[in-house]
């Protein structure tokens, strides 16, 4: 089974930092055409664009997944340079852990914003370009906190819960546009973000059957799998790649 992406036109938000960078250098390398966007990392967007733009078409752009107007931007200049989406990854994700008793209203919403409207603002907008060429995918990433849920994560842990529901409804909704719309939520992955937090790694290592050493390779495998023409009636599903499940 030949799995090809050559050529398609990915988008991956969020792709500055984490599993969106080493997501956009896979799929880059597998000859994919990368829209990257950041939001306050713009030296490691930048680095980003440096390593893929040596091999692959890539364009950079500055974009808030929270504010409609940007993302609207974001979605013109694509159509722009590409002239079509044909995959979106909504990545785009922050997390700010506090035990429920003293989250601050901005907390919870900061997170909401990004992790939940974030994506439907995203998809939304691209979606409308899908449906005129009657084809695309989506992928949206969601974790296994939204699944299980975890002390002092309440605000991250609805927000990822609630892509569950609405990867399900956009599916629904899109389906006789030939446009497929799946959830993928990552094991504990090891990249800068994450090693910041070396109490998180412990505790899945502690939670996990497996290693959680192999798991990028097995959502990067999952991540062309769905953005391929091979699948062509897979939509509304959750594959968790989780070892902890």
């Given at each position: ?57 890539c364009m950079i752009y500055p974009m808030d997944v929270t504010h409609v107007e940007q993302v609207k931007k ?130 899945a290592k502690e939670e996990s059957i497996m290693p959680i050493d192999s798991l990028y390779d097995d959502l990067?495998?999952?991540?062309f799998l769905l953005s391929s023409d091979i699948i062509k009636g897979i939509s509304g599903q959750i594959f ?6």
């Amino acid at each position: 089974m030949n799995v090809d992406i050559n050529g398609k036109v990915v988008v991956i938000t969020g792709s500055s930092r984490g599993i969106g960078r080493r997501l956009a250098l896979s799929f880059a390398q597998e000859g994919a055409c990368v829209a990257i966007n950041y939001n306050k990392s713009k030296h490691a967007a930048l680095d980003l664009y440096d390593q893929i733009s040596m091999h692959s078409d890539c364009m950079i752009y500055p974009m808030d997944v929270t504010h409609v107007e940007q993302v609207k931007k974001f979605v013109q200049e694509i159509i722009h340079h590409y002239g079509r989406v044909d995959v979106l990854i909504n990545n785009a994700g922050i997390n700010c852990d506090h035990n429920v008793l003293e989250m601050s209203d901005q907390q919870w919403e900061d997170v909401i914003q990004t992790n939940l409207n974030g994506v439907f603002y995203s998809s939304r907008e691209i979606l409308q370009h899908m449906v005129q060429r009657k084809s695309g995918r989506i992928i949206n990433i969601g974790s296994y906190i939204g699944l299980k849920g975890r002390k002092q994560q309440s605000n991250y842990s609805a927000s990822k819960a609630a892509l569950l529901g609405l990867t399900r409804s956009i599916a629904k909704d899109v389906a006789e546009h030939n446009i497929l719309v799946n959830l993928v939520c990552p094991g504990f992955i090891l990249t800068d973000l994450t090693n910041e937090n070396p109490q998180k790694e412990r505790i899945a290592k502690e939670e996990s059957i497996m290693p959680i050493d192999s798991l990028y390779d097995d959502l990067e495998k999952m991540m062309f799998l769905l953005s391929s023409d091979i699948i062509k009636g897979i939509s509304g599903q959750i594959f968790h790649l989780d070892s902890r499940m």
